[in-house]
């Protein structure tokens, strides 16, 4: 058997298992202030994601660089170049990653490695990190949990877990949310989606209308109703994905990289450009937070075919 590699994590005399936990809660770090950081959270993701399969520790950067673009791609920031080598190569210095062969590498001015030397390098989690892994399902899927619950918003968490092949955990356990906020933000739209005027109810219970966060619970957006709309679950999916956005003038804007059918057409490109529906005095959007969701979420540019004027979008507004 060949010797366990040096991993420099530093976690020997540690338990692996807090070593983990703690490296993991450190992930939680928005660059200036409250720009999304989501490049380490995904490659961990993808990496807990390996172990539950049961794939080998060490992967090839060449082997994982595609799957990682697309979930950058797909979870990043928009607007941003997706670079999969940095993760791979950066989440060295958080203990918990190594790149075999690292020390021969030439690294840039910026501490990063060409893509074509990184292309010859595999890395995995170090020995005893990954093989406590193995043997801890649980500590996989609170890993998993607390990335989720510290990166993205809940509507996404599903999606995300079945994409890096974790999809046994989607019954996530999540934080308590003030209720308050939900109360306030269906009350100041009338209970109706603040895009389409979806007001379904049973009896008087709502169906399917949710309160959704504009700036992420994750990214510290607060439980205000000014932080908050009205959306019926479709909206709110398409709000969280970067589909729907808000411009400044309070005008919906659907992502020209949104399509689908008629059915798609119906549900939300037909709203481009139309304005959205105005809470209750005190509930106004506020614009920090609209400007965040722009930059940080919305897949720019917005489509920019002028609304039609939709017949069921007039008589339900
Ligand atoms: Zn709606």
Redesign the pocket.
């Known amino acids: 058997m060949p010797n366990p590699p040096d991993t420099g994590s530093g976690s020997a005399g540690r338990d692996p298992a807090d070593h983990l936990r703690a490296a993991v809660g450190r992930l939680r770090q928005w660059r200036r202030g409250d720009e999304r950081a989501p490049h380490k959270p995904l490659l961990v993701l993808y990496a807990l994601g390996r172990v539950a399969r049961g794939d080998a520790r060490l992967v090839a950067f060449a082997d994982v660089e595609d799957d990682l673009a697309a979930l950058l791609e797909e979870f990043g920031r928009p607007r941003s170049t997706q670079q999969p080598r940095y993760p791979f190569w950066r989440l060295q210095t958080d203990g918990i990653w190594e790149v075999e062969g690292a020390g021969r590498v030439v690294v840039d001015a910026s501490g990063d490695p060409p893509v074509g030397q990184l292309r010859r390098c595999r890395g995995g989690f170090p020995a005893d990190l990954w093989q406590q892994l193995r043997d801890d399902p649980d500590l996989v899927a609170e890993l998993a949990r607390t990335l989720l619950d510290a990166h993205f918003p809940p509507s996404a968490h599903d999606e995300l877990l079945g994409r890096v092949d974790l999809a046994g955990l989607a019954a996530t356990t999540r934080p308590a949310r003030d209720p308050g906020f939900r109360l306030a933000v269906l009350r100041a739209y009338g209970y109706r ?6 007001d379904g109810a049973l009896d008087r219970t709502p169906v399917a209308l949710e309160a959704a966060h504009v700036r992420w619970h994750a990214a510290g957006g607060p439980e205000r109703a000014d932080n908050g709309l009205a ?6 999916q398409a709000l969280d994905r970067g589909a729907l956005g808000i411009d400044d003038d309070r005008r919906i804007m659907v992502a020209s990289a949104f399509h689908g059918g008629m059915a798609a057409r119906h ?1 939300l490109i037909r709203f481009a450009g139309l304005p959205l529906a105005q809470p209750q005095m005190d509930a106004e959007l506020d614009d920090a937070h609209r400007a965040w969701h722009e930059r940080e979420v919305f897949r720019d540019p917005p489509r920019s075919e002028t609304p039609v004027a939709a017949e069921s979008a007039d008589d339900s507004r």
């Not at 959306?231 to 709110?236: K, Q, R, S, W, Y």
């Open positions: 989606c603040a895009v389409c005027g979806w959306l019926c679950a479709v909206h709110h549900w």
